[in-house]
Structures are given as C-alpha cells and as structure tokens.
C-alpha cells in the first residue's frame, strides 16, 4: 500500500469536527427525516460531480461485481443511518443521540475481528473502554426515563450499528478504490435507496421554503464532504476502529453546540465524559510497542 501524502489522522480530526455539526444542521431543519437525508445525500453527488466526470469515469469500468455490490450495500447501510439517527433527534436531545451513535467500537471491535480478522490489543480494548465509558458518562444525565426517549434512544443505537456496517463494508473496498470513485458510487446508491424510501413512505420532494434547502446544503458540504468523506480517504489507510475511536469525540463538539444555540444544558457528567473520551482517543493513538513497554515498566 502506498504511504499517503499527509499523515491520516489529520483528516480524521477534520473529518470528526465536521460530523460534529451535522446533528446541529439537522435540529435546525423541520423537514421529515427521511427527506433531510435524500438532499443530503443529493447535493452531496452533485457537488462531487464535475470532479468525477472530468477524471474519474474510466475507473468505473475496472469495478468487479464485488465492488458493486458492497459499494451499493454500504450506501443503503449509510441511507438507513440517516433516517435513524434524523429521527431519533425528534425524541431525545442532542447529547444523548449522538452519544449513542458514536458507541461504534462496541460493533467495530466485533465486525474486524470476525470479518478481517484482526487481532485486538490490550491497548486497543482498554482504549474502547475508556472512550465508550466517557460516551456513556456524558449522555447519563440527559436520558429520560420515558417512552419518547427511550424510542429516540434505541432508534440512535440502531443507527450506530449501521454506520459501522457501512464502515465495515466500504473497508474492504476503498482498499481497491480511488476515494472520488468509491464516494460517488456509495453516495449515489444511498440516493437512490432514499429516493425509493421517499415514495413508499409518501414523503414530499417539495417545495420548501429557501432556509431549509440552505441546512440540506451544509450537511451536505460540512458532515458529508469534509467529514464522511475524509473518513472514506482514510478507510484505506487505518483500520474502521480507528475511526470509530476518533469519532467518539462527535458527542463533546455536539453538546458544546447545542447548549450554546438551543441552550441545553451541559451537566457535569458530560463535561467528564468528555474529559474521559479524550484519555481514550490518546492512548489508543500511541504506538502500541511503546504502550506495552510502559506497561512492563510498572509491571
């Protein structure tokens, strides 16, 4: 594999400030869950567009059947994501969805062990722990014990282990693909599926007034091109758990945002559980030679 250009980490961290907004985007628009995610996704393709035909279309006779077919699984994994985690907005707060939507090394950890078979450190297991346990610390004080919020909840955790599919499956193939070729065909399969979930579910194209197509607009060059799709550049170089450990930090940048514009509250158990998912993301970013050395060293 060929040693990229800058560092991978970097656009991990663009890519994770970016996703950070996408909740705020999404709160602020009144339009059906469903739909929000169709002009995301829409605005996402066509903005990438004039790159992909101006270099990238010869690239797409080189797909094997395989490529499609995980290309488009992912996409329909990630269509899915959206609407689940759109809606589960409605039902609970800021905090406690994306808390639970980023608790993707629980379903990480487990698909690259048995899928890729890779091997999971002590560094790697006690990292996740640590950064899950933050998550969980900065939602305890926001969950509400009751039929809306548990629904929101569950519909979030949903939405989480299909994130980490579509991670899993675009794992396999972004290895094999150029990032503007992976991304649009990824893109345009999840349009595709949500345009078809728009006319089952009876769901209206428009028109709607002038501010909201501006908030499908942001998702789509915020969360999707300077934050999924970092992530689908650096898929190539690291490993899914990787990012879904970077991606933990969404919570923090997420209640930061909406105690500032729709003024909930951050309590002290989320100012923790921040603190705590950052321990988390350090250790699991220092070289494991070195962490193994340490731990003899006190041992």
């Known amino acids: 594999m060929e040693k990229p250009k800058i560092h991978p980490y970097i656009p991990i961290i663009i890519g994770v400030l970016s996703v950070s907004l996408?909740?705020?985007f999404v709160k602020f628009s009144n339009a059906e869950s469903g739909v929000i995610a169709f002009y995301r996704m829409l605005f996402s393709?066509?903005?990438?567009?004039?790159?992909?035909?101006?270099?990238?279309?010869?690239?797409?006779?080189?797909?094997?059947k395989k490529d499609w077919l995980f290309s488009s699984i992912a996409g329909i994994f990630l269509a899915f994501h959206f609407i689940l985690w759109f809606e589960s907005l409605n039902y609970t707060s800021v905090a406690s969805s994306t808390v639970l939507v980023t608790l993707q090394p629980l379903?990480?950890?487990?698909?690259?062990?048995?899928?890729?078979k890779e091997s999971?450190?002590?560094?790697?297991?006690?990292?996740?722990i640590i950064a899950i346990s933050g998550s969980v610390l900065i939602g305890w004080g926001d969950f509400q014990v009751s039929g809306q919020a548990l629904y929101g909840d569950l519909l979030a955790l949903i939405a989480c282990a299909l994130i980490t599919i579509y991670l899993l499956f675009g794992q396999d193939?972004?290895?094999r693909l150029s990032l503007v070729t992976y991304t649009m065909v990824?893109?345009?399969a999840s349009t595709v599926a949500l345009f078809f979930y728009m006319i089952v579910k009876g769901q209206s194209f428009?028109?709607?007034p002038t501010i909201e197509w501006g908030w499908f607009i942001l998702l789509a060059i915020i969360p999707n091109l300077f934050g999924h799709t970092l992530f689908n550049w650096a898929i190539k170089y690291v490993s899914t758990n990787v990012i879904s450990i970077a991606i933990l930090f969404e919570p923090v940048g997420a209640a930061a945002l909406a105690y500032v514009i729709f003024n909930?509250?951050?309590?002290?158990?989320?100012?923790?559980?921040?603190?705590?998912?950052?321990?988390?993301?350090?250790?699991?970013?220092?070289?494991?030679?070195?962490?193994?050395?340490?731990?003899?060293?006190?041992?």
């Open 120 to 128: 999971l450190s002590l560094k790697t297991i006690l990292s996740g």
């Open 206 to 208: 428009g028109p709607y």
């Open 186 to 188: 990824v893109y345009s």
């Open 45 to 64: 393709v066509l903005l990438m567009l004039p790159v992909f035909l101006k270099s990238y279309t010869h690239e797409l006779k080189a797909l094997s």
């Open 22 to 24: 996408s909740a705020i």
């Open 173 to 175: 193939v972004r290895k």
């Open 264 to 299: 909930e509250k951050l309590q002290a158990t989320q100012l923790i559980g921040g603190a705590i998912i950052l321990v988390g993301i350090i250790l699991f970013v220092i070289d494991d030679k070195l962490f193994l050395k340490k731990v003899l060293q006190k041992s």
């Open 107 to 116: 379903f990480a950890f487990i698909g690259t062990y048995f899928f890729f």
